[in-house]
């Protein structure tokens, strides 16, 4: 049962993986100096690595915003939000899973009576202004950059692109490791506050209660890579970002950097050591930052090729999708309330000290399966790389015989 | 990653290669017509034979490099135009050679008054096609200086196309000592030189537009 409740976030998480994998490699897979079967190992590697390593701090913040505290609210809230989602890409209006969490949340607040925090709403909303810009920003200074080390370095065309090529594919996991560390809060935030689940301790490393839970969320987004991202990186990386490839790269890298930036506590303290304010840990929109840094090369190139019906598609669908979310979020939990019978979960008075939820788990058998789970993970990761690099392999010599014959034969 | 170094300096090597084919074609191009019009043509079969080579080579060069670039998905956004002005260089030398085979089998009476012009002429158009390869060579290295150097094909090119005008007017206005036909054959040779530098502009038009493309 406890599974079957997670089933709304491991759907977001495929949602999630499904498109917004498609913002770290799209550029470069549409571009085709990538392939999809690389960008798709290297994204769901990283992701997964990203989400256990460095997805606490976005959760905190959503906690903040509304401490779900009932499983079934947890459950209806995801799939609140994996269903806004879903309708609005539908209609083919730009959507932000960030943006429909927050709205779900603030749904299940109004809901059950919870007061929505103001200062942790305003961050999170600043967030959704500051992240494009700063990725704008940084899109922008990393692109001057480039251009400056491409016209000092005198480098030839193709050698340069050979560093374009590996530059792609290492930003683009560090792309995928951030949107790990930041969006993970959206497939598997609403779950932390009620799951407790034994730590599993592994020899060299040992994975908490949170990280068992962004384990999950990050396969999810794995699976949504592997299975649905193919299409939407080739439409991304053809028909929305007509980007070079030094482009792609420098817009791939601003947005990985945002997204770090936001989920990095480390940084944050560091910030904070040497007297700056602290960096809001917040889940933003890889796809709104993304949208930022087109647009800061685009001001940078001249502003002439600007798509400003695309700006407001965008600027609609910032304001649609929370609201959208927060009535799906608030209706489902009325339906699930009082025609299921499903605890979504009480109000808490302000100065109480929050109790551990009723449906908290401390299951020993999810632990023993997400022990097999880990086990199976690291095999079948093995198995995978295994296959793919012979069968690399046998191309490349079938390939070279190829070659070989043809040209002995032209003499 | 390392068969990726190993190809990408393969195929530089390669690009290098088929330049220099065109570069040395359009050298030997120059002095196989002086060989010709001294009437030295041992020294004009040689300089065909080594023409004809360095066609041969280019076009292995041509569909060696297309060949790399598609099997290893190099330069995805700007192969078709690369692979495009290799086929517009190439055409230089396949022109070159046509019209040394020609002047080989067809063996045109060029009277020696004519001499000077024709060598002009082929310096000339010649000029055209060697101001092009450092052009081509810079859209690989340094895209923002391939305009200013593609001045000097044009420059060229019009100059081919006012002696070549000159000539054909001496042709057929101040020569009387050959007839309408020889008169005839020589147009066809002029236009045979000319076509080397109407060549170039080709390129460099294609080529001026790639140059805005990569820097844009």
Known sequence: ?411 | MALFTRTTKNLILKIDEFFDNIELGLLVFREAIKAYLEKDMAAFARHLQKVDALEGNADNLQMSIENEMITHSILPQHREEVSKLLEELDEIIDSIKRSLYELNIELPYIPSSLNKDLISLTETSANAGEELIPAARAYFKAPYTVREKLLKVYYFEKETDKIGHDTKKRVFQEIKDIDLAQKAHLRYIIHHIENISDQAQKAADLLAGMAIKIVM
Not at chain 1, 71 to 78: M, P
Request: glycine share 10%; net charge positive; with cysteine.
């Open chain 1, 1 to 411: 049962m406890i599974l079957f409740f997670l089933t709304s976030g491991l759907f977001l998480g495929w949602s999630l993986g499904a498109n917004d994998a498609a913002n770290v490699f799209g550029s470069a897979v549409g571009s085709k100096m990538v392939t999809f079967r690389k960008a798709a190992i290297i994204a769901s590697a990283a992701v997964i690595i990203g989400a256990v390593i460095q997805g606490a701090g976005g959760s905190d913040t959503l906690g903040k915003l509304g401490s779900v505290n009932a499983i079934g609210g947890s459950f209806t809230l995801s799939l609140a939000a994996a269903l806004s989602v879903y309708m609005m890409t539908r209609f083919s209006l730009p959507v932000s899973t960030t943006q429909a969490i927050v709205g779900a949340i603030i749904g299940w607040n109004l809901f059950t009576g919870n007061r929505t925090d103001p200062a942790t709403l305003s961050k999170i909303v600043i967030t959704w202004i500051s992240g494009p810009a700063l990725g704008a920003l940084f899109a922008i200074l990393l692109f001057i950059l480039l251009i400056a080390f491409k016209k000092r370095s005198g480098m030839h065309l193709i050698r340069f692109e050979s560093v374009i090529r590996s530059g792609l594919i290492i930003v683009g996991a560090f792309g995928a490791y951030s949107l790990g560390a930041n969006n993970i809060a959206n497939v598997m935030g609403v779950f932390v506050p009620v799951f407790k689940l034994q730590d599993i301790d592994l020899g060299i490393i040992s994975l908490s209660s949170d990280q068992q839970l962004f384990l999950f969320g990050g396969i999810a987004i794995a699976l949504g890579i592997l299975t649905y991202s193919k299409k939407v990186m080739e439409t991304v990386g053809t028909n929305i970002f007509e980007l070079s490839s030094e482009s792609a790269m420098v817009v791939v890298l601003a947005q990985a950097l945002v997204m770090f930036i936001f989920s990095s506590s480390g940084l944050s303290s560091l910030f904070v050591k040497i007297g700056l304010p602290p960096i809001p840990m917040v889940p933003v929109s890889s796809t709104q930052i993304i949208v930022g840094c087109v647009l800061g090369i685009g001001l940078y190139k001249g502003a002439r090729n600007i798509n400003f019906k695309l700006l407001g598609e965008i600027a609609l669908g910032w304001l649609a999708t929370p609201v959208i979310a927060g009535l799906f979020a608030y209706f489902s939990l009325f339906f699930m309330k009082n025609i299921f019978s499903v605890n979504v979960g009480y109000s808490i008075a302000e100065g109480t000290v929050i109790q551990e939820p009723s449906s908290i788990t401390t299951a020993t058998d999810l632990s023993a399966i997400m022990r097999y789970l880990l086990l199976g993970i690291i095999i079948a990761g093995f198995l995978t790389i295994a296959f793919f690099y012979f069968l690399e392999r046998k191309k490349k010599r079938e390939l070279r015989l190829s070659e070989e014959k043809f040209w002995k034969n032209l003499k």
